[in-house]
């Protein structure tokens, strides 16, 4: 089957999403950090999250080269956090409020939840590549609302959700 990559981008557009941001570091260098809208839930036992990264991505030898991440779920005034880190170039956390998780790597402030995960496994899927991280600490906060992707754009929940 053949298709027009626009329209299908344009239908899965209507599965909105929470927006994240992962975090890592390679020893020696400074810390990196990279949005998603791919993160995932896997398994409850054994622990397994998953996400998937372009491979096109400029950060993506980074991600081939360590063994632990951090995935931060962000608030939905994090919209500034996720343009930045969004695009290709500058995936830097300078500037940005972060703390040191449990697993040595950044974690983003005020995030409403942090996965630390080592990586348990890496797969091929056409254009990208799904990274598969088994958690080992996780935080999250008792209020908040999340940020959102639908439609190619950041949206909100209404009024009253919670």
Request: aromatic share 8%; hydrophobic share 40%; glycine share 10%.
């Amino acid at each position: 089957m053949t298709h027009d990559q626009r329209k299908f981008r344009n239908a899965l557009g209507w599965f909105a999403t929470g927006v994240a941001v992962i975090t890592t570091q390679v020893k020696g260098q400074k810390p990196i950090g990279i949005t998603v809208n791919s993160f995932s839930s896997v398994s409850l036992d054994p622990p397994l999250i998953l996400w998937s990264l372009d491979k096109k991505s400029d950060t993506l030898a980074v991600f081939n080269a360590v063994e632990t991440f951090t995935v931060n779920v962000l608030r939905e005034d994090h919209r500034e956090i996720s343009t930045r880190l969004s695009k290709q170039g500058d995936h830097s956390l300078d500037g940005l409020a972060t703390r040191v998780g449990a697993n040595g790597l950044p974690a983003i402030e005020e995030a409403l939840a942090h996965f630390e995960c080592d990586v348990y496994a890496r797969h091929d899927a056409g254009d990208h590549i799904i990274i598969l991280g088994r958690v080992t600490h996780f935080e999250y906060a008792e209020d908040g609302r999340p940020l959102l992707y639908h439609r190619g754009g950041y949206q909100g929940l209404a009024s009253g959700a919670p």
